[in-house]
């Protein structure tokens, strides 16, 4: 043996018997069954990306961290693992932050490991490499925060964070590894020992009886009682349970976006198509994982019928929610695989379903309006409008149940929302409870790694804007996502002019006619251009047959969209500003 051959032996002998930073935090994750990381690289953590992927976990780089961050929520959301993105400091930090904030606000358990620049140094600002005092950042927009200095804690570190993440009503955690920690060496035994298995992260959660008792009663004094079905319902992944108690109860239900699937939107208890009738006449509401925020209204005014003229039911696995908005009469506290349980069990088989007097009109109004919404998802037109290219989508999740829908924009999201049945459970992932644009890329990357299945992301032109670089990484992966641009040349509609008359476009419009298509083909995927909905649909049926990084440029009516979408009524509004402008709001 040579003496350099000989040193390197007595290294390699050495590294057996040592591990560090590095090792740790993936030996870490690993053993809590995290084996995805959605990442940007660069200092502090190119290496530990590497490393990663070398010791087997999949780690998916994206081209920003905001997508990288959405795909980790989204993840977490359709697994209810925590999905995990990973940031450099300072700047990579911010852009990651904003999907932590909605992962929280989502109740979605994801966690952000970011890596940070040397604590000395940060906390006497001396102006690091990337200087932030990222922890105290982070903690107000995630559900916990925590720092690890020493290598001998990221197992306790790591334990920490994914039990926060998980535990009780679901939320975004921010994981802080300055970039010294991950250098840091130890003895490999006892690092070893130093990780920690976490135990049963996601206890169950038993309503009291007496809580079922009380609720049981309010339910069953109910004439014209409804569910409404929320994303902590899809998240639960009790989907047997759930459809179950549907119909035991026999109620009528409206599901909430991304509880879309939950039961197929073509159950003959989907009150969907019969929104307005079911939320001003009904008595009783029995909330599932689904809060009374803005998404409803707060429970009154905006179509929910006369102020306390309904009793509420709500489960929700967080006590703090209850009497948010509305008075409470039977709150069930617990997770709602729990309390479907102990609701079902306590019911038992002699249960009365509402007279069919309710349950006959709201289902005669149900298929009136399906009726008369059929004739306009059939139009051929060119340019189409959104219901002539969505009756097309529409068909297509139809055909194929198991594609993931992704969707965003303003009347992109609002009526593909209303018209593209979803037909099983965790199939739909949208803007969610902020109604924030950008998480289409990030969510379809995620959607197609985590399941495998086909995905379909339905983009407004300006939605798609936010997050349109990631088409790369979807390339890059070669990820079947099929991506189709609503394009009607702008925000809302994209025939707004300037109304100081003078060059500069409208503020809500893009460069007209654009061809998106050439995005996607710019990184070796598919273009398609399409103008009518024959065309749309072989397009769609190309992607879906090839599975291959497709992006559908499908030009619609500029004139077709509503400002903001269904919620318009949010804008604020001045007497000043309508005298000023008599052609707003034409
Ligand atoms: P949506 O937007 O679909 O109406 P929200 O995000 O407003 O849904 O509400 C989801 C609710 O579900 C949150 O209040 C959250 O605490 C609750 N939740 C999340 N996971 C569970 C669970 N496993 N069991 C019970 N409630 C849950
Ligand atoms: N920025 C972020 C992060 N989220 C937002 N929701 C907005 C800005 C404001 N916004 C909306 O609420 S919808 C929308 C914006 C910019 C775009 C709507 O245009 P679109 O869809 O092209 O995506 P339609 O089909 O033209 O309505
Ligand atoms: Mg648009």
């Not at 399906?370 to 059939?378: D, N, S, T």
């Not at 965003?408 to 049945?421: F, H, T």
């Not at 983009?459 to 990631?470: L, N, Q, R």
């Not at 394009?487 to 509609?493: C, D, E, K, P, Q």
């Amino acid at each position: 043996m040579t003496e350099t051959a000989a040193a390197q032996a007595t290294q390699e002998a050495a590294s057996l018997e040592l591990t560090d930073g590095f090792h740790l935090l993936i030996d870490a994750l690993k053993l809590n069954d995290i084996n995805t990381i959605y990442n940007v690289p660069g200092i502090p953590i190119t290496d530990l990306g590497r490393y990663a992927q070398a010791q087997g976990m999949r780690v998916l780089s994206f081209r920003h961290e905001q997508h990288a961050g959405y795909a980790a929520a989204a993840a977490g959301f359709l697994t209810k693992k925590p999905g995990v993105c990973m940031t450099v400091s300072a700047p990579g930090f911010l852009n990651g932050l904003t999907a932590l904030a909605h992962a929280t606000t989502n109740c979605w358990p994801m966690i952000l490991i970011s890596g940070s620049s040397e604590r000395e140094v940060v906390d006497l600002q001396r102006g690091d490499y990337e200087e932030m005092d990222q922890l105290a950042i982070a903690r107000p927009h995630a559900k916990a925060a925590y720092r690890i200095l020493h290598a001998k804690d990221i197992g306790l570190g790591v334990a920490r964070a994914v039990r926060a993440a998980l535990a009780g009503r679901p939320g975004g955690v921010y994981l802080d590894v300055p970039g010294a920690l991950l250098g840091q060496v130890m003895d490999a035994v006892e690092g070893e020992k130093s990780l920690i298995k976490v135990v049963d992260p996601n206890p169950a959660s038993v309503p009291g009886a007496d809580a079922v008792a009380r609720a049981v009663d309010v339910l069953s004094a109910a004439r014209k009682p409804l569910i409404i079905i929320g994303k902590g319902a899809a998240y639960a992944q009790c989907d047997d349970k759930m459809r179950e108690l549907v119909e035991t109860l026999g109620f009528p239900y409206l599901p909430m976006s991304m509880a879309k699937g939950l039961l197929p939107d073509t159950h003959e208890l989907c009150a969907s198509a019969a929104r307005s009738l079911v939320l001003k006449e009904s008595d009783c509401v029995l909330l599932i994982g689904a809060r009374l925020n803005w998404l409803l209204s707060h429970g009154e005014g905006r179509g929910w019928g006369e102020k306390g003229g309904k009793s509420f039911v709500q489960i929700d696995i967080e006590a703090t929610e209850m009497d948010s908005n509305q008075p409470i009469a039977a709150p069930l506290i617990g997770d709602v695989e729990s309390c479907a349980t102990a609701l079902l069990d306590a019911i038992g088989g002699n249960w009365k379903k509402p007279d069919e007097s309710w349950t006959g009109a709201v289902r005669a109004k149900v298929v009136g309006n399906v009726e008369k919404m059929a004739p306009r998802l059939q139009n051929n037109n060119s340019p189409m409008d959104y219901h002539s290219a969505l009756g097309v989508v529409k068909q297509a999740i139809a055909d194929h149940p198991d594609t993931i829908l992704v969707n965003e924009g303003a009347n992109a999201l609002d009526q593909a929302r209303s018209i593209v049945d979803i037909h099983k459970p965790r199939k739909r992932l949208d803007v969610g409870t902020w109604g924030i644009m950008g998480i289409g890329m990030g969510s379809a990357v995620a959607a197609a790694v985590e399941t495998g299945n086909q995905v379909l992301a339905v983009e407004g032109d300006s939605a798609f804007g936010f997050c349109g670089m990631e088409v790369e990484t979807i390339c890059r992966y070669k990820l079947p996502v099929c991506v189709v641009i609503m394009n009607n040349n702008g925000i809302y509609r994209g025939d707004n002019e300037n109304w100081s008359g003078g060059e500069d476009p409208a503020t809500t419009s893009f460069v007209p006619d654009s061809r998106y298509d050439m995005m996607m083909q710019a990184f070796g995927g598919v273009g398609a251009h399409v103008t009518n909905a024959d065309e749309l649909r072989q397009a769609i049926a190309e992607a879906f047959a090839s599975r291959k990084p497709t992006l559908i440029n499908a030009v619609i009516d500029p004139a077709a969209g509503k400002e903001s979408g269904n919620i318009g009524n949010l804008n604020p509004q001045s007497v000043v500003a309508q005298a000023r402008y008599p052609q707003a709001g034409k």
